[in-house]
């Protein structure tokens, strides 16, 4: 079994041919709309970049983080402009972005992990800042042959959220479900949710 960044390193260019080409229109539609025009959005776990060169094209300050390396160096030819390479926990922004948008980028957090990783990501949130999180829906922990994922339902993700809300004044603003749209996984549901820092 290989850990995230392992597994990303080693399977870079497959996972970035898989997804650079995968359509988010609707939740990236509505994450900009609750945005101010051109403000600052971190594209946390950017993967290929596809989301990013997204927010660069609509006038947004972009950051693109990733903790694969090679992702990184793939996203940059993508992006045209530099990728952060930096685990979460590395993270180190206070109230900077006035958006976070996590896609399918916290999947592989170990459940018990995962509010102590949504804090700091909270911490780089300007007040009234918004996040965008996306998980695999079902209530099963720990998948694949290759790379354990984490899939979460309303409830249980509400839970993790709950325990965020401690040390941390957020609320949720709207949770959904949708299919995948990569055509080999149509059978896979995704959970949708966006939160905002009061």
Known sequence: MLDSIDYYNRFAAKYYEETVNATMKEQ????IELLPIGGAVLDLGCGSGRDSLFFIEEGFDV????G???MCELAQIHIGQGVLNLTYEQLDFDEVFDGVWACASLVHEKPEQLSTILQKVIDCLKPNGVMY???RYGDFLGFNS???YYAYTEDTLSSIIDKCRENQNI?????????DEREEFLDNKWLNIYIRKL
């Open 171 to 179: 609320e949720i603003i709207k949770t959904f479900i949708t299919k």
């Open 68 to 70: 694969a390396e090679k």
């Open 63 to 66: 950051t693109s983080l990733d």
């Open 28 to 31: 990236l539609n509505q994450f």
């Open 146 to 148: 290759e790379i354990d």
């Open 133 to 135: 999180m996306s998980f």
